[in-house]
């Protein structure tokens, strides 16, 4: 019989990541629901609870070095030491059209935000799950990325966000290199555009299948991929 395995999802009160989390609990993945209120997330629990899924909650702020640490923490205490699945799903867009924000004018504070919650945040929780993975060389790390962070479409508007996600997936290329091709693999993905407070209601995207390709990767056999992008279980260009 496969091994239970262990999984966190940030930024999963909500829209995708909540998803991600009721996608790995049917297929009998052990998830942990975490997001930034701890309220917000007892909530979203709840509602999970009602459809007959019980998970656990941890609250993290991924902008807080001290917030990631403590939650690291208390999911290394939940479960023995163990976490096999971190899926970096916590996300903001400030920057988007409709705020009129270009290059030319976007603010430092702007970008320095988006920066701190769309990399840093993944970049906090990788460099503490990546040990805790080694301990039973298995680790499946999805990065939450955009197609908005694509270089080889890379077009204007978005600059915060467009820049951040790129930079996502220089953590994902930095981290799988150092790595290596054994049983930890860390991949960057983009969900389409989805039905969510970010996606609005006009996306092409219910949010079953936004998330789908999230729980491909966080479930990956042992000679599955790593160091890639990926959009639908496909490759897509970076
Ligand atoms: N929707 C799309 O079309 C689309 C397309 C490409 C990529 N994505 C990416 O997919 C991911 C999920 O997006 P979504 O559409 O589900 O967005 P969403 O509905 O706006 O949800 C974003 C989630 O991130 C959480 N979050 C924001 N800042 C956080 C922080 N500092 N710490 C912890 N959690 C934080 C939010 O929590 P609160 O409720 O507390 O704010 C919320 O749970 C994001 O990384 C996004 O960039 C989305």
Same mark, same amino acid.
């Given at each position: 019989m ?60 991924v ?8 939650g ?16 970096n799903n ?29 990399? !840093? ?11 805790l ?14 197609? !908005? ?13 467009? !820049? ?60 599955g ?14």
């Open positions: 496969a091994e239970t395995r262990i999984a966190l999802v940030t930024g999963a009160n909500r829209g995708i990541g909540f998803e991600i989390v009721r996608q790995l609990e049917r297929l009998g993945v052990v998830t942990v629901l975490s997001a930034r209120d701890p309220v917000k997330a007892q909530a979203a629990a709840d509602k999970l609870l009602s459809e007959g899924i019980e998970v656990g909650v941890v609250p993290i702020d902008d807080s070095d001290e917030s990631c640490a403590a690291l923490k208390q999911v290394e205490e939940l479960f023995g030491g163990r976490l096999d699945i971190l899926v916590a996300g903001i867009m400030q920057d988007g059209p409709s705020t009129g924000t270009t290059a030319m004018n976007v603010s430092i504070e702007t970008i320095a935000h988006t920066f701190n919650t769309n990399v !840093l945040g993944p970049l906090r929780l990788i460099q503490r799950a990546i040990p993975m080694q301990k039973n060389n298995y680790g499946r790390i999805v990065n939450m990325s955009s197609a !908005l962070g694509q270089l080889a479409e890379m077009g204007g508007n978005w600059p915060a966000y467009r !820049l951040s996600k790129a930079s996502i997936n220089v953590l994902t290329r930095v981290f799988a290199a150092e790595i290596g091709p054994g049983n930890i693999k860390i991949n960057s993905m983009h969900p389409g555009w989805v039905q969510t407070d970010m996606g609005g209601a006009n996306a092409e995207r219910p949010v079953d299948q936004g998330a789908e390709t999230a729980v491909w990767l966080a479930t990956l056999p042992d000679d991929p790593t160091g890639g992008f990926f959009k639908d279980k496909k490759p897509m260009a970076w």
